[in-house]
T-cell receptor, first 114, second 110 residues
Framework: DAGVIQSPRHEVTEMGQEVTLRCKPI?????LFWYRQTMMRGLELLIY????????DSGMPEDRFSAKMPNASFSTLKIQPSEPRDSAVYFC????????????FGEGSWLTVV | SQELEQSPQSLIVQEGKNLTINCTSS?????LYWYKQKYGEGLIFLMM?????EEKSHEKITAKLDEKKQQSSLHITASQPSHAGIYLC??????????FGTGTSLTVIP
């Protein structure tokens, strides 16, 4: 079975450019999570959706970051404009409804902003 | 929000030695997960614990969740260089949110 699929796997972009990271959750999962991993701060939860609705975006660092989930099978995390300090690994994860507590992670999107 | 503290932050051991990594929560855990991450790679799921007092093993790695479900330990027996990496605990506090611990970097010297 296909797991959580993220794209791109690696991206190098110039400061000021818009970056869009994509995630396809596992079919049937109704919760989706975006995480950012940096050396300084470890793995941080940015935002999570339940049934395509953003539930908690308190982890989103600033207004340059936005996330959408237009349907149950697709989500995007956008950074506009990007800055060098946004360089990190961004993980997407999905899970089954509450009470079935298994979460699956994508392989991550490695972002470098120069 | 959920807070998960891991200790130690980093660990360097000689090959063949045993080691333990701890994960402590400020709240009762709904589920506790252990992951391993090799440098520059994605997250590898190791095991999940749900019940107080539960213990699971996979090869030379054993994880326990204490009775109060606020602390978990990961124990590696006879460590090998292949065990090197970052170990992360993660917790589900209500079934809706999932947070990671601060991480433990493990180096195994041959």
């Amino acid at each position: 079975d296909a797991g959580v699929i993220q794209s791109p796997r690696h991206e190098v972009t110039e400061m000021g450019q818009e970056v869009t990271l994509r995630c396809k959750p596992i079919s049937g999962h109704n919760s989706l999570f975006w995480y950012r991993q940096t050396m300084m701060r470890g793995l941080e939860l940015l935002i999570y959706f339940n049934n395509n609705v953003p539930i908690d975006d308190s982890g989103m660092p600033e207004d340059r970051f936005s996330a959408k989930m237009p349907n149950a099978s697709f989500s995007t995390l956008k950074i506009q404009p990007s800055e060098p300090r946004d360089s990190a690994v961004y993980f997407c994860a999905s899970s089954l409804p509450q009470g079935v507590n298994t979460i699956y992670f994508g392989e991550g999107s490695w972002l470098t902003v120069v | 929000s959920q807070e998960l503290e891991q200790s130690p932050q980093s660990l360097i051991v000689q090959e063949g030695k045993n080691l333990t990594i701890n994960c402590t929560s400020s709240k009762t855990l709904y589920g506790l997960y252990w992951y391993k991450q090799k440098y520059g790679e994605g997250l590898i799921f190791l095991m999940m614990l749900q019940k107080g007092g539960e213990e699971k093993s996979h090869e030379k790695i054993t994880a326990k969740l204490d009775e109060k479900k606020q602390q978990s330990s990961l124990h590696i027996t006879a460590s090998q260089p292949s065990h090197a990496g970052i170990y992360l605990c993660g917790a589900d506090n209500t079934g809706n949110q999932f947070y990671f611990g601060t991480g433990t970097s493990l180096t195994v010297i041959p």
